[in-house]
Structures are given as C-alpha cells and as structure tokens.
C-alpha cells in the first residue's frame, strides 16, 4: 500500500538507489496557485548538515512534471520526481543474505520472497521521505490559504531535553536557526555534542519531535475510525524510525486527575464559534474532531538502524550467526532531518481532512 489518504489522495514510488524517487498529489483544487521555489526549499530542509548526517549528498531538485500550468494547478494529479545521483550500491551487497539488526531487511526478504531491492534499503529507506516533502509543501500551500500554519522541532536527543514550552510564533522562526532543528541554542549545542559522540564510537542515538498546528478550525476529523489521532497517526508512523506518537499531553495524562487533565472551556469572542479552552491538554482534538485549539502531537524516533559497531546478525543462505559491521553512509542521527518530515505528514493529513469536511 503505497498510497494514502482520501480527499487528497498521495502515492510514493521509487527505491533508495534506484533511479528516481517521486510523488503523486491528487486532489488538490484547480487553479490554486503554487510557489516552486517554496516546495523547493521545504525540500532542501531536508539535506543532511555535516557530521551529524549522513555523507550521501543528492541535489535532491524537485521537478514538477504534471498537474500544473502558468503556475497553477490544473486539476490533475501533480507528479513530483527526484532523481537519485550519489549512490554506492556495493556497500549493500552483503546486506542481501545478512540482515541489519533493526532494519527492514529480514522482513522485507520474507515478504517479497527476495526480491525487494536491498539497495540502501530499498522502499523502506528515509530516502523516501524526499517526495513526501516535496508533497507535504503543496498541502501547506493550501493551508495556508485557509489560515492554517505547522512547524515542529526538537525537544529531545538522547539524554538531552529542551523541556520549554515555547509560543508558536517562536517555534516557526526559531526551529530552522540551528542544524538540530531545537528553538534553544544552548540545548541545541548539547544534543550536537550527543550525536557526535554516539557518530564516534560508530553508535547512533534518537529523540522526540514536536509538531504543532495553528489555526485549525473547530470540526475537522471522521469518526468512529478516521479520526484526527488515526489519521495523523497514520502517516507518521509512514516515516522510517518512527516508534511512539502521543497528542496534547499524551502518556502523562496517566498520571493526572480528570480535573487535572480536562481542558475547561471559556468565552473567546475572537473565535469562530466564541469559545476556546484555557488549556490544551488534550492537544486540540476532543472525540477525534477537532475544537479550534492548536493540534499538537510529538514523536519518539528511534536510533539509526544501521551503525558501524559489530552487531549480530544471521546469514540467510548458511542459516550461521555471523558478525555483521554495517558498511555505506548513514545518518548518526535522524531527528533533525526528520522535523520537516514531520511537517510534511501533518500537512498531508490536515489538508486531506480540511478537504473532507466540506468547509470552505
């Protein structure tokens, strides 16, 4: 299943080391005008900052090959390609019989009974996040449109945590000063140095990313099963390394009384409907629909799979345990890279639900 959504309708394609990657955005309405150069930059967001990413570098330059015309969209399905062009395959060739611990390797050779690209890891590769960028910033496009505005940054690498709780305004101008993505530059700093120590001793660490969205209107969501938390869910979890997501105040509220955790509601005449809550912590969603509140959500990413210290692993053909050290060129850490990731996913899935609703 490549494809996701309803309204607006994405399809991803391609292999980590194979030609090209791409997109396919169906659904967005004729006539709405679209900025290349902005799809271009969100894009670029992306690209791996020295040392704490990964050596491959691709030009990664967005070519709008369908759905437009005179710089708006027709209508028609949008096709977003990205060609491949700094890949070194033979790092890989091992990987076909051995599998990396904690990689797609294993299961996407069970699945595809041997025949899914192994190749920097094939579908199942970050790579594949390109495009969705490059999707992700045509749905933002439209948001915006409609007053909606999404930024995420980082609030935790490793051990490493920026625990403030910033205004958005903050969060969208500050999350793109700092290759780490964090608002705070003295934490910033501190998880730059975590990931160069795990890079190293040829380690890997993870952390927690926090996504908001403002400006989104009372009503958006399908229950009983597409709800606003299903949906995004969804997508997030489309992202490779993604293992948790929690929304408003998450895991916490286990350990919090209900008059603790309620948002309580009171008048705010600047609201749509004139009313707002004077708290969040239910992350602007109550039975799946959301009420007007910023949507906030945060996600656990995981380690790097693939790290250069021994692991242990099993070759295929012999049925033997065998010491594998993983060869090629792999991010220490993904977090920073994956904000605008994150970005995108929520814009994808907000635009498609705004688009469900029938509001205007």
Known sequence: MNSIGTNLRLTIFGESHGELVGALLDGLPAGMAVDAAAVQHEVDMRRPAPLIGTARQEADIVSI???IREGKLTGTPVLLALNNTDVRS???EELKRI?????ADFTSFVKYKGHADHRGGGQFSGRLTAPMVGAGALARQYLSGKGTRIAAHVVRIHDVLDGRKYPFDEIESGRFSNEIRCVDGQAAESMKERILEARKKGDSVGGIIECIATGI???LGEPFFDTVEGELS???????AVKGIEFGSGFGSAHLYGSENND????????????ATSTNNAGGINGGITNGMDVVFRVAVKPTSSISRPQMSV????????ELIVKGRHDPCIVPRAVIVVEAACAIVMADLYLRSGLK
């Open 65 to 67: 090959k369908g759905g």
């Open 90 to 92: 033979a790092s890989y």
């Open 99 to 103: 599998p990396r611990p904690g990689h």
């Open 217 to 219: 209107p009372a009503g």
């Open 234 to 240: 969804k997508m997030v979890f489309s992202i490779p």
């Open 264 to 275: 309580p509601f009171m008048v705010a005449k600047e609201q749509p409907w004139g009313v």
């Open 315 to 322: 070759d295929l053909d012999t049925l033997e345990e065998r």
